[in-house]
């Protein structure tokens, strides 16, 4: 079983800052199925980037993703007071399981 | 419009089963996997398995395996849930989730607390 491991676990920035989260798997993953969700309380996650660097439909191009093999990053550029929820990264490739990250907080410095 | 309807919240005593159901619309639902995460509080997402719905093949993480039973009725489009021998560390928020991304819906979660 794959395992994603996100790092850090919290990150503290101020609105305009940049933003650098980081995702690595215990083996190498197709970048076809590394994708990155946006949480906040209340509200069901939202697929942010697919295929490691795809920008899913209406996502701003602040945020964006890279990385390959067992090393993927999400990238938000000039954080808005609205970019401040937990990140995860999940991998979802043709066999299952389609394990989670453990999350990266992104909260207000 | 597509729509995952999940039934309400449970609470349980430890050692009971809990059963979930999702009501799906707006799609196809034989079309789709059906998959089920959970959040513990202060916890982060966790995969708990998938089923087939045309085939009811199910696939589940190896840490619910013997514990977690999906299944579906294809006659009204909806997907179950069942987790027994429940403990305090089971209490989370279930979703149902259609996983496809970029292209993802979810349920509105089913609160679960596990307590005597």
């Known amino acids: 079983e794959i395992v994603l491991t996100q790092s850090p676990g919290t990150l503290s920035l101020s609105p305009g800052e940049r933003a650098t989260l980081s995702c690595r798997a215990s083996?190498?993953?197709?970048?076809?199925?590394l994708a990155w969700y946006q949480h906040k309380p209340g509200q069901a996650p939202r697929v942010l980037i697919y295929?490691?660097?795809n920008r899913a439909t209406g996502i701003p191009d602040r945020f964006s993703g890279s990385g390959s093999g067992t090393d993927f990053t999400l990238t938000i550029s000039r954080l808005e007071p609205e970019d401040f929820a937990v990140y995860y990264c999940?991998?979802?490739?043709?066999?299952?399981?389609?394990?989670f990250g453990q999350g990266t907080k992104l909260e207000i410095k | 419009q597509v729509q995952l309807v999940q039934s309400g919240a449970e609470v349980k005593k430890p050692g009971a089963s809990v059963k979930v159901s999702c009501k799906t619309s707006?799609?196809?639902?034989?079309?789709?996997?059906m998959h089920w995460v959970r959040q513990a509080p202060g916890q982060g997402l966790e995969w708990m398995g998938r089923?087939?719905?045309?085939?009811?093949?199910?696939n589940y993480a190896q840490k619910f395996q013997g514990r977690v039973t999906m299944t579906r009725d294809t006659s009204i489009s909806t997907a179950y849930m069942e987790l027994s021998s429940l403990t305090s560390d089971d209490t989370a928020v279930y979703y149902c989730?259609?996983?496809?991304?970029?292209?993802?819906?979810w349920g509105q979660g089913t609160l679960v607390t596990v307590s005597s």
């Open positions: 989730a259609r996983l496809s991304p970029p292209i993802t819906y």
């Open positions: 707006g799609f196809t639902f034989t079309g789709y996997y």
């Open positions: 999940q991998q979802y490739g043709s066999s299952p399981p389609y394990t």
């Open positions: 083996q190498s993953i197709s970048s076809s199925y």
């Open positions: 089923i087939t719905p045309n085939s009811g093949v199910t």
């Open positions: 295929g490691a660097s």
